[in-house]
């Protein structure tokens, strides 16, 4: 955001033609004598914190020069980088609203949108000339008493979760690792992470719902940019999409869920999970703050690490005034680790960890005793695979206990052994991770057993690909 500000000694405007197709304001003209004009041009990326300087910026100015009228000014000619119409228009009433709240004097605002005729008159003297620049530091948080700070103001005030500070433990990070889910994201972990949205809702979008692209805002937190998703689908009128956010994966959003139905679906994805899960406000009153043409209320859901991490889930938001809503899950990446930090911690309290079924990095490891039995190997995992699921056989090029550690450490959900009384009876020896027991099982109750866990898990609408060789995960 740029603004200039002058000391006139008079002031004059008129509206002339429009400059936009459907300009937000009316055409109008004014006189107002002596002023502080303040032109202004709204950069891409600006928010309410350069809205909040500029008006404490103009308040200060007018009380130095000694006028008792301020005259904000649309003017976009200060700047190359202009923000869209909309969003500079919502800026402009936003610094005249934080204006008004500050300034006892007569305060006007020229009509956006439009091409104007206008005539000032400055003073001249040293003070009469002043510009300044303000750029994006976003991420703004209104704390209880009204006043706006950033996030990392409000975190360390305790008014806010800790979003921008802390970090996973180094067990959870070593985890993620391994899946694929740290520091970049791999292949093996963005399926990871989709299948835990998908389980989270319930099941894929609509094959017709739109894919969104949708870009954070500067430097902005994910929590602001997750209420920007939900108000932009309000504002689109999706009754459901997928928003793609750089580096945070996909955000499913489905109109008319309120904050219970979001924190049921990811409190189902495993036990004990939603006892982990809280919210935070996001509204122009009172918590999480972006800027916006329009009044909102919302929440965001978060996970609480315990390392005192607090992790985007989920989120909701309706207008204020309006009849609709929407609810927002994901990010898809953080879910997927809040999931699998849940998990470390499961280990620790004595628990074996696991993902649900489509969150889990490997379906089945499929491990033969010698090469003897790598061809059965091969057919069984021919048939696992043509279920969509992840599946790896680990060839006896080390010993079995390596090997059934190695697929352990993948939370691989079943791991199927077969040595010769397998193969000669037609059996499988079955490790079941989420019961916790093994069991000899026919090939065919086998697959069985997998297509029934395939088609009753909200499975994705494609076939998934497979991870990587074991070695490469760890």
Not at 131 to 152: F, I, P
Not at 160 to 178: I, Q, Y
Not at 372 to 400: K, M, N
Request: a neutral charge.
């Amino acid at each position: 955001m740029r603004a200039l500000f002058i000391h006139s000694r008079e002031t004059w405007f008129r509206a002339v033609r429009r400059a936009l197709r459907e300009p937000p304001d009316p055409p109008s003209e004014e006189s107002l004598g002596e002023c502080l004009v303040v032109f202004v041009s709204i950069e891409e990326g600006d928010g309410l914190g350069e809205a909040e300087r500029l008006a404490n910026d103009a308040v200060s100015q007018a009380e130095r020069v000694g006028v008792n009228c301020i005259l904000l000014y649309p003017f976009a000619h200060l700047s190359s980088r202009l923000a869209d119409p909309r969003r500079a228009y919502s800026l402009l009433v936003e610094a005249e609203r934080l204006l008004r709240e500050r300034w006892t004097g007569k305060l006007a605002r020229a009509p956006f949108g439009w091409y104007k005729s206008f005539r000032i008159h400055c003073v001249g003297h040293p003070l009469c000339e002043l510009s300044r620049s303000y750029g994006g530091e976003g991420g703004l948080y209104r704390l209880r008493n009204g006043k706006l700070v950033q996030l990392r103001e409000a975190e360390n005030l305790d008014e806010a979760p800790h979003f921008t500070s802390g970090a996973w433990d180094e067990e959870s990070l070593r985890v993620m690792t391994r899946f694929g889910l740290h520091p970049q994201v791999t292949l093996l972990g963005a399926e990871v992470a989709r299948g835990a949205l998908l389980h989270a809702a319930g099941g894929p979008p609509a094959p017709t719902s739109p894919v969104r692209d949708f870009s954070p805002q500067g430097r902005e937190p994910l929590p602001h940019t997750l209420v920007r998703v939900c108000l932009d689908a309000l504002e689109c009128g999706c009754s459901e999409a997928l928003y793609a956010v750089p580096g945070y994966g996909d955000v499913l959003v489905r109109a008319n869920l309120d904050l219970d139905s979001v924190a049921a679906g990811l409190g189902g994805l495993m036990e004990g999970f939603g006892g982990r899960l809280a919210s935070v406000s996001a509204s122009r009153r009172e918590g999480l703050v972006v800027d916006w043409y329009a009044d909102y209320d919302g929440r965001i859901l978060y996970y609480e690490s315990p390392s005192g991490r607090a992790v985007v889930v989920g989120g909701y938001a309706a207008l204020r005034g309006g009849t609709g809503s929407v609810a927002c899950l994901g990010p898809s990446y953080e879910v997927a680790r809040a999931l699998v930090d849940h998990g470390v911690a499961m280990a620790r309290s004595g628990r074996t960890p696991s993902l649900p079924f489509w969150a889990s990095p490997v379906h089945v490891a499929i491990i033969p005793v010698k090469e003897e039995q790598l061809a059965i190997a091969e057919e069984l995992a021919r048939q696992a695979s043509s279920l969509g699921l992840r599946v790896y056989i680990d060839p006896p090029t080390r010993g079995l206990g390596a090997r059934v550690r190695a697929a352990g450490r993948l939370w691989s959900l079943y791991i199927a052994v077969i040595g010769e009384r397998e193969a000669r009876d037609g059996t499988v020896n079955v490790r079941r991770r989420r019961e916790g027991d093994q069991v000899v099982m026919s090939m065919g109750e086998f697959i069985e057993d997998l297509e029934r866990q395939a088609l009753s898990s909200p499975s994705p609408h494609r076939v998934m690909r497979g991870p990587p060789t074991p070695q490469s995960s760890l």
